[in-house]
């Protein structure tokens, strides 16, 4: 591992110079002040810098810029970027108060920091609360940006832009795409007689039907129906499949108890109590447990970002030999939706730096050569969000091309309508998760559970 991380170092890009050296953040929170990475002057970084521009400092003085920074479940990704951030201080001459946390942190860090007002100039943000900061106007205009970006390196993929767009405007750079994708036993479906992996949810649940052996410990499909964000966005990707809309298109009123919807959550009703083909653990499963499941041989199918895959070296024998991946079912119309995994960067419209937060971003995630080395490390758990960059060979693999894939289906929070804080906190709440409760072991009618199911959204989304 060592001689490969030299090798990197020696490299044109000279992104780091020893990536071993910070890539245990561990979700700990870390300060520039601590001891970070040898700098190197990387040609990249030196021609973002050139492309962008902000106010120098005064001879002597040195700019102040308070950037709050994800991980990933890659160390070496996370030394790649990070290091380049202080990196991109040091070269810069700018006083880097750089804080690295895991993403589980970050709702209580800004909840925190909005109380007492020290929100950072720029931060992290994932695609479950980006609408909230652009709905309550906390994030700082940066059209001007990506339109400089797109000009380097040709179109973002459109939906990610999209979603972070208010009245023409844009509020965040888009920094690395996450999919759904189904992953299923190739030798359990062809023992099953099965062909290949279900194009259709119709397919999903006959093929679950098929490849039920309760009695020999494998069900057939390993949905997530547990009070989880991973359990909201599984449901999210079958009701839009099954063309459920959950507002009006403008985003202001809640249709969510609509036939689609019911159609949906009968389709899954049936799947766990009447062909009992998942689990009856599910609806007490946290975000790992579908991993878990499939990984020990549990379930057959399931539909997950790309994360199992990572996690395969440390699976049964036999499941790791055996994965296959594809893209995501159609439903009923031939409709194919997933819920955007889109990972953001945002200035803060408190910042004192506007400028200076921008040039970090465009100089940060603006770079076809960065992204070339970034993507050896995380594909496919985080797909481009550059279009050109879906061009290279390392997304023809079957695994990474199916991730790539389904960017295009991608529909976000808010959908049909903008992003919201509404459709934010409705998220955040786990009504439809709550729902299955109510229907799976409560024993609610469907379409009465759909009727309370409206009415909560009603509730969230009458609030100012």
């Known amino acids: 591992m060592k001689k490969k991380l030299a090798m990197l170092v020696a490299a044109p890009l000279a992104l780091v110079s020893v990536l071993s050296a910070c890539s245990s953040d561990g979700g700990k929170s870390a300060s520039s002040a601590s001891p970070s990475p040898a700098v190197s002057s990387s040609p990249s970084l030196q021609a973002s810098a050139a492309a962008s521009a902000a106010p120098a400092a005064k001879p002597g003085e040195k700019k102040k810029l308070t950037v709050w920074a994800g991980t990933s479940f890659s160390p070496e990704a996370d030394a790649i970027l990070h290091t380049r951030m202080r990196e991109w201080a040091k070269y810069n001459n700018v006083d880097l108060n750089l804080q690295i946390m895991a993403g589980a942190q970050f709702n209580a860090k800004y909840a925190a920091a909005l109380e007492a007002k020290t929100m950072p100039d720029v931060g992290y943000i994932d695609y479950t609360n980006i609408g909230n900061f652009i709905d309550k106007s906390q994030l700082l205009d940066i059209s001007d940006t990506i339109a400089k970006a797109e000009q380097a390196n040709g179109p973002f993929f459109k939906a990610g832009i999209d979603y972070v767009k208010k009245d ?40 679950a039907k098929k490849l039920n052996d309760p009695a020999k410990g494998i069900y057939g499909s390993g949905i997530v129906l547990g009070k989880t964000n991973d359990g909201e966005q599984e449901a999210r990707n079958m009701f839009w499949s099954f063309d459920s809309l959950f507002t009006t298109p403008d985003g202001k009123t809640p249709t969510i108890d609509n036939p689609n919807t019911l159609k949906a959550v009968q389709m899954v009703t049936d799947m766990y109590l009447v062909d009992k083909s998942i689990p009856p653990a599910s609806t007490s499963w946290d975000d790992s447990g579908n991993n878990k499941a499939y990984l020990s041989g549990q379930v057959a199918m399931i539909t997950n970002p790309p994360t199992v895959w990572t996690s395969l070296s440390t699976a049964d024998p036999v499941v790791k030999d055996n994965t296959g991946v594809a893209a995501m079912p159609a439903g009923p119309s031939g409709t194919v ?73 991608y529909a976000y929070q808010g959908y049909p309508g903008p992003s919201t804080a509404a459709a934010s906190n409705v998220f955040a709440k786990f009504l439809i998760t709550e729902m299955w409760g109510k229907i799976l072991i409560d024993k609610m009618d469907p379409a009465q559970a759909v009727k309370q199911l409206q009415a909560a959204y009603e509730q969230v989304y009458a609030q100012k």
């Open 168 to 207: 023409n405007k844009i509020y965040g750079f888009p920094y690395a795409n996450s999919s759904y994708v189904l992953f299923y036993r190739k030798d359990l479906f062809a023992k099953a007689g099965i062909a290949g992996p279900p194009k259709t949810w119709e397919e999903y649940r006959a093929d």
């Open 337 to 409: 939706k997933s819920m955007g995994g889109t990972y953001y960067y945002g200035a803060f419209s408190s910042t004192k730096e506007p400028d200076l937060a921008k040039k970090f971003l465009y100089d940060m995630f603006a770079d076809k050569e960065f992204y070339k080395v970034f993507h050896e490390k995380v594909a496919p758990v985080y797909a481009p969000v550059f279009q050109s960059d879906a061009q290279s060979d390392i997304w023809k693999i079957e695994v990474n091309k199916a991730a790539l894939d389904t960017i295009n289906s």
